[in-house]
């Protein structure tokens, strides 16, 4: 790479973007991060990975967070971002390791509303990958093995999770085609091919 | 083109949408249809062109098209689709005109919902192009030759219209990441390497 480029990939559940991510970073030899970002955040937090794990891409329950900041939870101390549920610090702290990692230099990031923490960011690239009905059930039952009974549904809620998250944080509605330079529907070419386009648009912007 | 190829393109106004899908069919070999569709149309039903001009892409007044057909407008005799609000009239004998063109062979055709009138064609290619707002008003003003004051609310009112007549005839919202193959912003690459890009798309389906 000649040119510092960050890749944000918004993603469906089971459209495969994680792998095309993966390959697109490969290819261009710069670090990927999907759920290594978990980990990196809990090493530059000092808290314990576990904590993060179940509170990525799930936006708080706002009730609590109004709580916490309202009605007096933190006595008479003056709030910091310990006091908040877990989930709103893990955005908070994954949004500051985030802008650290495009500060480092060149890389790809999947999902965690990366595109909108990044937005201002003068190289940025944002994907979106979504896929057929069929295809992506096919990879969430046959690829990450969830059970077929209650996939589609396990489907269905995940993308509902990762649409509320996005709501919650960046106040906008998530897969909105203008929030992308490119969209694409994995389906269409095959994940293979489209890595190769993603990796063509990203050639001829540092043409 | 070794097979058959129909490439239907939305487009938001301003975004060049019609000058990448000219280009892309001028370097496939294949017709383009846009405002050509009109003409076409107009000779094939026999009606003057001129009539259509001005319903092109707008819809219906549903409480005309309801009146039409519920209240006794046709007195005695079955209604037809010549009794039907002229911008109703349009889109049937459109959709007709359409699908004719399909079957003739590859193709680009912008705009006027076709890739719903098509989306059972086996070699359909579902385009969405956007762009930045300020590219997106530079070309109203500098290409299209709309007037500066205004430019932005006519852009608006524009896209707006499109978003209708999608809503109204397809019965889902415009502009949805889901029902297009591929989505891009013009702004990003430019015209020209969006068209390359695009060219890409195509050869690899046909690959």
Not at 9 to 28: M, T
Not at 134 to 141: A, G, S, T, Y
Not at 174 to 190: A, P, V
């Amino acid at each position: 790479m000649d040119h510092k480029i960050i890749i944000t990939i918004a993603r469906e559940y089971g459209s495969g973007g994680r792998e095309i991510g993966k390959q697109l970073a490969e290819q261009l030899k710069i670090p990927f991060y999907d759920k290594e970002l978990i980990t990196r955040t809990a090493e530059e937090s000092g808290i314990d990975p576990d904590l993060f794990e179940n509170a990525d891409e799930k936006p708080s329950n706002p009730f609590w967070t109004s709580l916490a900041f309202n009605i007096g939870t933190f006595g008479s101390h003056i709030p910091t971002i310990n006091d908040l549920p877990m989930n709103d610090r893990l955005f908070l702290l994954q949004s500051k390791t985030i802008r650290k990692i495009a500060e480092e230099g060149s890389c790809v990031i999947v999902g965690r509303c990366a595109d909108y923490i990044l937005e201002k960011e003068e190289n940025i690239i944002r994907f979106f990958i979504h896929a057929d009905r069929e295809d992506k059930l096919n990879r969430v039952i046959h690829s990450y093995g969830i059970p077929e009974e209650g996939a589609q549904e396990f489907m269905k809620k995940t993308d509902r999770r990762r649409a509320t998250y996005y709501d919650y944080y960046v106040g906008e509605k998530w897969g909105q085609i203008n929030r992308y330079d490119l969209s694409i529907n994995s389906s269409t070419l095959g994940i293979q091919s489209t890595v190769d386009l993603l990796l063509k648009f990203v050639k001829q912007i540092n043409a």
